[in-house]
């Protein structure tokens, strides 16, 4: 019989295990990461599962059913620094208790697997998504091979006590051969289910994410002797594009960020010569994301042009928006209904293993539960427990209801 209470008291204890004052210190490849996963071997012995972890580090539980076609059930155990103490772990430990009652019942119609994906943070070397990445094929191991940490340790030597050899790890694309389809619960990590007052949400798929750094390039001079009239003023650029941006987003429904602002030479003496900005853009739509993005390029040469100044755009990063799945998104909207009454459908702005999952084209699905404050990333993130019971419980309903359809 399935059991949520179970779920929250695990929590806590994964919580009293692996955080401290300042919150969950679950990074991975650090020891406390490998502490979280043995705790989670432990509670796996109790199951008739097979256990192992892949060539990039992911640890699977397979439960055998009477199809090879497998339903898998995925979240990642790792955290940020002084991180909250649901992201991520509510995944595996809402999944190990669905995996429980599934197993109590005998053998499944279809195989059933648990994975705790390696790495979806990029906490330590700033690339996410490691361990999906690599099941997706999506992973370039050159790429992320010199990463270093802030002590100037390199990735490809990190990762190897643990296991996990980067030339090999692309091998991890085998585990999604008989993959059916993929369901991932989390928090919501925004401030959307509760400002509704709703316990759940249906995400509909996740953000498509133009990154890119934007240089303007004036001319330094003399903040007292260079009048207005004549003065380039790089940090006029940032400043016109970041209002302009905010617009643009608006106008398109999707939403951005300029999250870093430099100077040159940035002094209070000195007009700016020199501004770089970051600017992050995400849409659940490909469409409206390029147009996003067309309009702000456009918005910055006009800008450029009426502050006489010049404008350079460098990439950072691009990833296309994952639609999930049509007939996933009908079934995770009637079992959240039968368990909380109500339900909104929402895209997630954060990425999340499912992404990947979904790039390698397993139908897939995420299920969001309540945020208190919208806060994540922190030690104050929170949700109710009873909001916390509500979403296995509906974790459990979408899992059945996945299964009967697989075995139609």
Same mark, same amino acid.
């Given at each position: 019989m399935l059991n949520p209470a179970r779920t929250v008291v695990e929590l806590k204890e994964l919580r009293a295990l692996t955080g401290d004052e300042n919150g969950a210190q679950r990074v991975a490849f650090t020891e406390t990461w490998v502490k979280a996963r043995n705790w989670f071997k432990e509670k796996l012995k109790e199951l008739p599962v097979e256990v192992h972890q892949d060539a990039a580090g992911n640890l699977w539980a397979t439960l055998k059913g009477k199809s090879s076609k497998e339903l898998l059930i995925g979240g990642?155990?790792?955290? *940020?620094?002084?991180?909250?103490?649901?992201?991520?772990?509510?995944?595996?430990?809402?999944g190990l208790e669905v995996l429980r009652r599934i197993a109590a019942e005998g053998v499944p119609p279809v195989t059933i697997r648990l994975v705790d994906w390696c790495d979806e943070e990029g906490a330590r070397f700033g690339r996410s998504l490691f361990g999906s990445s690599a099941a997706s094929g999506a992973l370039v191991p050159d790429d992320v091979r010199n990463l270093t940490d802030r002590q100037g340790v390199k990735l490809v030597d990190a990762v190897a006590p643990h296991g996990i050899d980067l030339d090999r790890a692309l091998d991890a694309q085998q585990e999604l051969k008989n993959a059916a389809a993929y369901l991932e619960l989390h928090i919501e990590q925004g401030p959307v289910l509760e400002s509704l007052d709703l316990p759940m949400g249906v995400v509909l798929g996740?953000?498509? *994410?133009?990154?890119?750094?934007?240089?303007?390039?004036?001319?330094?001079?003399?903040?007292?002797?260079?009048?207005?009239t004549h003065r380039r003023d790089a940090l006029g650029g940032v400043s016109k594009l970041h209002l302009a941006i905010r617009e643009i987003a608006i106008e398109h429904g999707g939403v951005c960020t300029v999250g870093k602002v430099t100077t040159e030479p940035g002094i209070v003496t000195a007009v700016v010569g020199e501004a770089t900005m970051t600017l992050d853009q995400r849409h659940l739509d490909a469409a409206a994301l390029?147009?996003?993005?067309?309009?702000?390029?456009?918005?910055?040469?006009?800008?450029?042009?009426?502050?006489?100044?010049? *404008?350079?755009?460098?990439?950072l990063w691009r990833i296309q928006p994952f639609p999930f799945h049509p007939r996933l998104i009908e079934l995770c909207d009637a079992a959240i209904q039968e368990t909380c009454g109500t339900v909104h459908r929402l895209p997630s702005g954060p990425l999340h293993d499912a992404a990947e999952v979904c790039r390698a084209g397993v139908p897939t699905i995420m299920l969001f539960v309540q945020s208190l404050r919208g806060i994540s990333h922190n030690k104050i993130?929170?949700?109710?427990?009873?909001? !916390?019971? !509500?979403? *296995?419980?509906?974790?459990?309903? !979408?899992?059945?209801?996945?299964i009967a359809w697989l075995s139609q």
């Open positions: 990642h155990i790792d955290s *940020v620094p002084n991180g909250g103490w649901l992201d991520g772990c509510l995944n595996v430990v809402a996740t953000f498509g *994410v133009e990154r890119h750094t934007i240089t303007f390039k004036g001319q330094a001079a003399h903040s007292g002797s260079t009048p207005m390029e147009k996003m993005y067309v309009a702000a390029k456009a918005a910055s040469e006009r800008i450029a042009q009426d502050e006489k100044i010049e *404008v350079n755009w460098k990439t993130e929170d949700t109710r427990e009873e909001h !916390l019971e !509500l979403s *296995v419980a509906a974790l459990d309903r !979408l899992a059945t209801k996945t």
